[in-house]
């Protein structure tokens, strides 16, 4: 774990997330599977690449059901949500598509300077976001693009974790293509470790592999509707173990 004496508090030590990329159960019941999905391993990937749908599928019966109604970057951790019944699958696509799902966010991002100094200072991002095409990759643009496609998010500022770096937390209320990354860098803030949109390169981080190579974007909680039981069910996923004692510190709760 990490040494609340460090007198830094950016992210050291990331190299160490990639060597553990198995997943980790949170909950399960009434069709709904939820997962600690740790940075670098994809959601879903071709036969052969490990990923979490083949991680979860290995432990089903054979030829079982299993849905992928929700997805996170290869480079981003925290809580995801798949499904074991077609009809949990279907409950959850529709929340998602309805808005009915509430995701929150941290992350430590660099170069804050937009938004206020104020730890609680709350700010909304309302962008337009395009797939950039045959790359991997989004952009922002024009409000007249006809290929672009509202981004929403609500923030608030949870503090400083080192000069340079803050905590945000952040609440997507779209779920556009890299969209958190995307306005955060936008906005001269980008996550950190995230190097596809210009953040700074975490301490440690020797991955080869640029996609393998954790950010410091983590999918904190995730509220949805029970399919069976229709009470709301809310779930965590701790930060993995290379964030730093000062972002723990400051998360917010449920």
Known sequence: MDDPTRPDGGVPGAARAAADRVPRPLFSRSGVVALAKPSGLPTQAPAGIPSVESWLRARLPAGAYLGVPHRLDRAVSGVILMATTPRAARQLSRQFERRQIEKTYVAIVADFRAEGDVAGDTFQWHDRIAK????????????????????????????????????????????????????????GMPVV????????????????????SPIALHALFIRFRDPDLSEEVTVEA????????AARHLLPTP
């Open 132 to 187: 950039q095409p045959d790359v991997a990759a989004a952009r922002i643009v024009a409000a007249a693009d006809p290929h672009g496609r509202d981004a929403v998010t609500i923030g608030r500022r949870l503090g400083a974790t080192a000069p340079g770096r803050a905590l945000l937390e952040l609440r997507p209320l779209t779920g556009r293509m890299h969209q958190l990354r995307l306005q955060a860098a936008h906005r």
């Open 238 to 245: 701790a930060l993995p173990d290379f964030w730093p004692a």
């Open 193 to 212: 470790g995230d190097l596809l949109y210009g953040g700074p390169a975490l301490e440690g981080d020797a991955a080869i592999d640029e996609r393998a």
